[in-house]
């Protein structure tokens, strides 16, 4: 149903990035709060990691809205900076779900 609103929003709003980044913000924060509720319950090891990668993620991407920049090596703007958080994001993100997946064989 989110699907359907956001694919109609973003049909009327003329391709807006603003809707996708208020459709993708509402995602990441309620899979965070999904996540975050596994792993105080301790029902699925590795979901603490998952957490830990996707308010990474969120803040990458807070990041990347942003305008800053600054130069380490070369010049990196907002989407380099975006990148550089978002690296360590996935790395927490396949680690958590590596953990799960371990959990469930043994």
Do not use: C
Not at 12 to 32: C, H
Not at 75 to 80: I, M, R, S, T, V
């Amino acid at each position: 149903m989110a699907g359907v609103v956001f694919y109609s929003m973003t049909l009327f709003g003329n391709g807006s990035f603003l809707v996708f980044t208020v459709y993708e913000g509402m995602a990441m924060l309620f899979a965070l709060a999904v996540y975050i509720r596994i792993a105080l319950k301790k029902s699925m090891r590795g979901a603490a990691t998952i957490s830990s990668g996707i308010g990474l993620t969120i803040a990458a991407a807070a990041l990347q809205a942003g305008s800053l920049g600054f130069t380490f090596i070369w010049p990196l703007d907002h989407n380099g900076i975006f990148h550089l958080v978002q690296f360590p994001a996935l790395v927490l993100l396949a680690h958590g779900l590596q953990s799960s997946i371990v959990n469930r064989k043994s």
